[in-house]
């Protein structure tokens, strides 16, 4: 079930909202948590129900490796056999993520190397995988650490499926999680939090259906469908895809973050205007900061973070971004996103080393056109699709200019330059141009959600505002789309 | 203000949406649940990908499937031939081959019948080497794969055509403004100004007019096999001057001709043909200005004669059932007059 759907908007979530708070105003609170993980199981079910076992499993199995990580710290046992079991338990997860998203990928590149013929497995990617695997491996590695507390199946069940950050995010931990589950205030119905929920899932409802499924239809037509294209063109599609991918992205989260206050439950922050970024370590501090937090807690720093030195410092640097791009997806294309921006950051850091500083208009325009290049690559499908795009951005030799241009200017037809439609194969090129526009002022000079929601208070512009764009978008569900971010 | 009231005053806003389906619904712009009293613009207006698939959900009897000739025919007339059948327009201006072909598949999957329109430029493959046409096939592709109906009387597109619908009943407009607009249309052009606008000599850049390909055979074998007895396909007519260049240029005339003998030769379907030189298209006033379309009245003619009202006068030489026998010499007969004329 989609969040941008007349089902789940119209009936599965006021429906489950009802049910879960009538049970705990009956005094029924774990009734209240089982209708939770039942709503939200069915909620995952609903996109297929064949994965609905993998999700069990792995929630079994990774509780039942968690408690008993957990006893063995409290009972003292030996640390070798505690290291095994977290090695068991974190490979299994490993293993089954490799198994389902990886593979296919590995046989590819085997047959390519060895010139041999094995078929592909072509097992469909289990809904959310990369991000309930993610949460659990914390999960045991905090338990090994000492770090979890013992939650009952219950509790843990509700962590790792809880619906709104279900399929695509915010990534969670259990130690922000829990207490909130656990709390008695959060049982009754807090309109402050309703309030917050429905402003900022409109928003997020309008970046989604409204702003990057607009943008998606161009970013499809350059990708996927253009067989060249101009120079022009080919950077409207690259900031196409990237505004698409943001809008989409936080819209998601925005309207993750807005369910989950619906139910008194306060999800981290995934975005902080990343795009305002003048440097790529402040990038990743504003983009999916949580899967940023788990890159940062679960590989770079165990791998030995900056505490060895410049070189290590480097070297976890690289490690941890091209295994970063690689749980984006099985593809070289993911992996060579995750070593640019490995490289970037590396550079970055060599350069702060040195002292060197930049205008800040002069550093916000890099670090704004790396990642708008950078995420040619994380688009394309195929190399071939990201040199089509970059061929077009740099080349001089195919720029099309409008034609009002072309009766003022014509003589600009001895220097290559054609005369037609500048957004060719994209769509109407004045209302690419006029929302691409709109897209960077709305990132670069607006105020985030994230921003508006600390300061939120009930008056009545943020009344028509939300409801207006609830309106707003609710208007476009009909056309359905799927989010950027569950594919991954 | 507290929480609790700008919780209500928002569902109180909100519950606006579900009254824009309600309106929708009622107001019935596009004739969905009723033809009658509607603006005729609307009703031929197919170019809308989610309400052409609306139209085919909603599972009418017969289906006007083409390209912008059929905005020039009023589903209506074809309801009066076809007693107690409901019809809908769902032409595409500009449509393509493989945009017709996959609603025509959608019509017989749900085993319904259509009136396929044909024409010379529709079945031009070439013209996928523009962007903006793989990007509209992409586009009708994905709508027609959405099964439901509700959902579109709560969209932009439903919602801004009851507001034009309710505007125009305020200014008074008259229902039939645009046939009423079409048929005035006063047509004065030479055979130079059709060349110079449309250039299908294959030297221009216009991707829909150059290099002349037809579809794929067993794509036409395939649509001609779907069809039954009770389908009918139709080869609308354009201004002769067309056909003369059609004749003149890229081997138009002969591909086309193939085109039609597969399909011909391969359906139970009802094949009618308006196309060559005759006395409804030697009369440029009987088209648009560029003689590509036919006007509404002739519409009514076409019809008549497919359908067999003898109440209406239609020229002898307008109009032809195809049929196996009769297509190799009928189609010789066409290039003989049209090359005569060129002469």
Redesign the interface.
């Known amino acids: 079930m989609l969040f941008n759907s007349y089902e789940f908007i119209f009936a599965f979530l006021p429906i489950t909202f009802f049910i879960y708070f009538y049970l705990n105003h009956k005094r029924l609170t774990e009734a209240s948590k089982a209708f939770l993980v039942f709503s939200s199981l069915f909620f995952y079910s609903w996109w297929n129900i064949a994965y609905l076992p993998i999700i069990l499993t792995s929630m079994l199995f990774n509780y039942v490796v968690g408690t008993s990580l957990n006893k063995e710290q409290e009972e003292g046992h030996h640390r070798f056999s505690k290291k095994s079991l977290l090695a068991f338990g974190i490979v299994s997860n490993i293993a089954l993520l490799a198994y389902f998203k990886y593979m296919d990928f590995f046989i590819e590149n085997i047959n390519l190397v060895s010139g041999s013929t094995i078929d592909l497995l072509q097992l469909a990617l289990p809904l959310a995988i990369s991000f309930f695997t993610f949460q659990q491996i914390a999960y045991l590695v905090d338990s090994y650490r000492g770090e979890t507390a013992e939650y009952d199946f219950l509790n843990y069940s509700l962590f790792v499926t809880f619906f709104p950050q279900l399929i695509a995010g915010p990534i969670v931990h259990h130690s922000e999680m829990m207490p909130q589950f656990a709390k008695t205030r959060n049982k009754v119905k807090n309109y402050r939090n309703i309030a917050m929920g429905l402003f900022i899932f409109s928003i997020g409802l309008f970046k989604k259906v409204v702003i990057a499924d607009t943008f998606a239809t161009w970013a499809t037509n350059g990708f996927d469908i253009a067989p060249t294209l101009n120079l022009f063109a080919a950077w409207a599609t690259s900031l196409s895809y990237t505004f698409q991918l943001y809008f989409d992205f936080s819209g998601y989260t925005d309207m993750a973050i807005g369910i989950a206050l619906l139910f008194n439950i306060k999800l981290p922050i995934n975005f902080n205007s990343p795009y305002k970024a003048t440097n790529i370590q402040d990038f990743w501090r504003r983009w999916h900061i949580t899967l940023s937090r788990f890159l940062k807690d679960y590989i770079y720093i165990p791998l030995g973070g900056n505490r060895k030195g410049e070189f290590r410092t480097y070297t976890n640097l690289m490690a941890t971004f091209i295994l970063g791009g690689i749980w984006h997806g099985a593809g070289w294309t993911f992996m060579f996103w995750g070593f640019l921006h490995g490289a970037a950051l590396v550079i970055h850091r060599a350069w702060s080393k040195l002292g060197f500083k930049l205008w800040t208009w002069l550093a916000w325009l890099i670090t704004f056109n790396f990642i708008n290049i950078a995420w040619v690559f994380f688009r394309a499908k195929e190399w071939d699709d990201a040199l089509k795009v970059l061929g077009g951005m740099f080349s001089l030799n195919d720029i099309v200019l409008s034609e009002k241009i072309g009766m003022k200017l014509p003589f600009l037809t001895d220097y290559s330059v054609h005369f037609g439609q500048v957004t060719e194969h994209l769509g109407d090129g004045s209302d690419v141009l006029n929302l691409l526009l709109i897209a960077f002022i709305l990132v670069l000079f607006f105020k985030n959600t994230n921003q508006k929601l600390t300061t939120f208070h009930p008056n009545y512009i943020l009344l028509i505002q939300s409801s207006i764009t609830f309106i707003l978008a609710a208007l476009a569900l009909n056309k359905v789309s799927d989010f950027l971010y569950y594919n991954f | 203000?507290?929480?609790?009231?700008?919780?209500q005053?928002?569902f109180l806003?909100?519950s606006?949406?579900p009254i824009?389906g309600i309106l929708n619904y009622f107001i019935d712009p596009y004739g969905l649940k009723d033809k009658e009293n509607k603006f005729i613009g609307v009703l031929t207006d197919g170019n809308n990908p989610?309400i052409l698939n609306l139209k085919i959900n909603l599972d009418a009897d017969y289906y006007l499937i083409g390209s912008s000739r059929l905005m020039r025919v009023n589903p209506l007339l074809i309801e009066h031939y076809l007693e107690n059948k409901n019809v809908f327009n769902v032409n595409i201006s500009g449509a393509t081959f493989k945009e017709n072909f996959i609603i025509a598949n959608k019509v017989k999957a749900n085993n319904k019948n259509f009136i396929f329109g044909l024409d010379a430029f529709t079945l031009n493959q070439s013209r996928y080497?523009?962007?903006?046409i793989?990007?509209r096939y992409?586009?009708y592709k994905n709508a027609l794969n959405?099964n439901s109906t509700y959902?579109?009387y709560?969209?932009?597109n439903y919602?801004a055509a009851t507001l034009k619908d309710i505007k125009k009943r305020i200014l008074n407009k008259q229902l039939d403004e645009y046939f009423l607009s079409q048929d005035n249309i006063i047509s004065s052009y030479t055979i130079d100004d059709i060349e110079k606008k449309l250039d299908i000599s294959n030297k221009s850049?216009h991707k829909h007019f150059t290099n002349f390909k037809l579809p794929d055979d067993k794509m036409i074998i395939k649509l001609a096999k779907e069809a039954t007895k009770d389908d009918i396909f139709i080869i609308y007519p354009k201004y002769y001057q067309h056909y003369i260049l059609f004749n003149q240029y890229q081997n138009i005339e002969k591909k086309y001709f193939q085109g039609i003998q597969l399909l011909v030769t391969n359906t139970k379907a009802k094949v009618w043909s308006f196309y060559g030189i005759n006395s409804i298209t030697e009369d440029p006033t009987n088209f648009d200005d560029t003689g590509w379309h036919f006007k509404p009245r002739i519409s009514k003619l076409i019809f008549a004669k497919v359908f067999n009202n003898t109440s209406i006068n239609i020229p002898d030489d307008f109009g032809i059932l195809l049929t196996d026998k009769n297509i190799n010499s009928h189609l010789q007969k066409i290039t003989k007059k049209i090359i005569s004329k060129k002469n």
């Open positions: 203000m507290n929480y609790k009231k700008w919780i005053i928002w806003i909100v606006i949406f824009i989610s080497s523009s962007g903006a793989s990007s992409n586009t959405v959902q579109e709560l969209s932009y919602i850049t």
